[in-house]
């Protein structure tokens, strides 16, 4: 087997790529990274049960064919990701991960490869107490640029397929918690975790304390990963995944389990509304994945990774 992981040293790539060998052993992983975000770590200590390729490269400048030919499928992960932080890079955002999607999506027209490409439960927005992936057009209310591009890749995507021989399924992801090589801090799970091991107070945006929002284990997104190529789920449609709905006071208290003279400080962002509601992950589930990640155990993991941060600042 052949995989190709674009973006393959960020938070979601570093644990899918480790992850691999262990479903097929001795495969072939080609890892296309442009080090935009320095996670140069995520290439330590690879494990020697596959056969890796790194690339270091831009996927929106690049001629892929190289590369994708006579791959599996393509994971595409290379995007901008800071969806907090996108208001003020907004040209940025749209240039390089709408640019990114069409350079890829190109290339695996050209080889015949399928496509996995993942976008976001940040396109969701909505007065309704659940949304589920048929929603009406106005229940697709992106709140920040990052989910905006989103929402445009995908729309990107069918239309492409109609005109061509695009194979392709699009994953609508949660917000990702869990251990990686390469994990960011800036979602979150694990801001929180590490504001609460630094023994900071944790910073709520002042409007989600009780908001409903989809999180997603890593194990999980692994899960679902394999389960779309085993299955060879490339049949043009979205799924949403998500391991729970929870609300920010159900995460602060997940923490406090572990940490528990917690602080939590309420402070402005651009993506506030009063919305709250949980995504429904039903049509993944119906066609047979099964996750068994929780939230607690990602917050529990992670904040044992950090704890030698929190004895040395103590002393
Ligand atoms: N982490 C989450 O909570 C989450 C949730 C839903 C969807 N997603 C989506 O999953 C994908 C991966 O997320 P992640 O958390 O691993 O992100 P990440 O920011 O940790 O990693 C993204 C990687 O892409 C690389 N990259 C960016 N632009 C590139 C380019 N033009 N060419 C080559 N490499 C490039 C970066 O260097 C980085 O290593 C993204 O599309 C993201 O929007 C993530």
Known sequence: ??????????????????????????????????????????????????????????????????????????LHL??????????????????????????????CIQESVPLLHLSSTSVYGTQEETVAEDCSESELQPQSPYAETKLREEKYLGKLAENSDLKYVICRFGTIC??????????AVNKFCWQAVMRKPITVWKTALHQKRPYLALNDAFQAINFIVEKNLF???????????????????????????LNVEFVETEIMN????????????????????????????????????????GQ
């Not at 072939?28 to 790194?54: C, E, G, H, K, W």
């Not at 290379?78 to 208001?87: K, M």
């Not at 869990?178 to 979602?187: I, K």
Request: charged letters at 20%; a negative charge.
């Open 1 to 74: 087997m052949k995989f190709v992981i674009t973006g393959a040293l960020g938070h979601i790539g570093s644990y899918v790529l480790r992850q691999l060998p262990l479903a097929y052993p001795d495969c072939d992983i080609v890892l296309l990274d442009n080090l935009m975000t320095q996670r140069y770590s995520s290439l330590f200590n690879l494990p020697s049960t596959a056969n890796y390729q790194f690339q270091e490269l831009d996927v929106t400048e690049e001629n892929l064919e190289p590369y994708i030919e006579g791959a599996d499928f393509v």
């Open 78 to 107: 290379a995007a901008i990701t800071n969806a907090a932080g996108s208001f003020s890079i907004q040209e940025e955002v749209e240039s390089n991960n709408f640019r990114a999607t069409k350079q890829v999506a190109s290339a």
């Open 178 to 187: 869990g251990s990686s090589q390469g994990m960011r801090f800036h979602t």
């Open 235 to 261: 049949n043009g449609e979205i799924y949403n995944v998500l391991t729970d709905n929870l609300t920010v006071n159900d995460i602060v208290e997940m923490i406090k389990i572990h940490v528990p003279d």
């Open 274 to 313: 009063q919305l709250s509601y949980e995504v429904e992950d039903k049509k993944i589930r119906n066609c047979g994945l099964e996750l068994s990640g929780s939230v607690g155990a990602c917050i529990k993991e992670t904040i044992e990774l950090l704890e030698g941060i929190q004895n040395s600042h």
